[in-house]
C-alpha cells in the first residue's frame, strides 16, 4: 500500500481469468467483485464484454449491467 491507496491491479488480473472461466458461478462471482472495484476493473472490458456471449443468462444480464456501468459507450446495440 503506497500513499494510503490500494492496488486492485493483482485482483482484476485474478478476476479476468476467472470471468474466462466456463462455471457460470464462477463467472458470475468474478463480475460482482469487479462491479465492486469499480473503475480498477477496467482492464477487465474486454472479458466482461465477452461474458455477454456467456449460454447462462445470470452471467449475461451481470456483464450488461457492469458494462452499462463502467463503459456504456461500449454496450453493443440491441437487436430483438
Known sequence: MEGGSISF???AHQHRRLVRNR???????SLNVLEKM???ARPALPEI???????FS???D???LLLRKLAPQEMPP???
Open 62 to 64: 451481470r456483464a450488461g
Open 78 to 80: 440491441i437487436i430483438d
Open 9 to 11: 491491479a493483482p485482483r
Open 49 to 55: 464484454k465477452a461474458a455477454l456471449q456467456s449460454p
Open 58 to 60: 445470470g452471467v449475461r
Open 38 to 40: 469499480g473503475d480498477a
Open 23 to 29: 462455471a457460470s458461478e464462477k463467472r458470475f462471482d
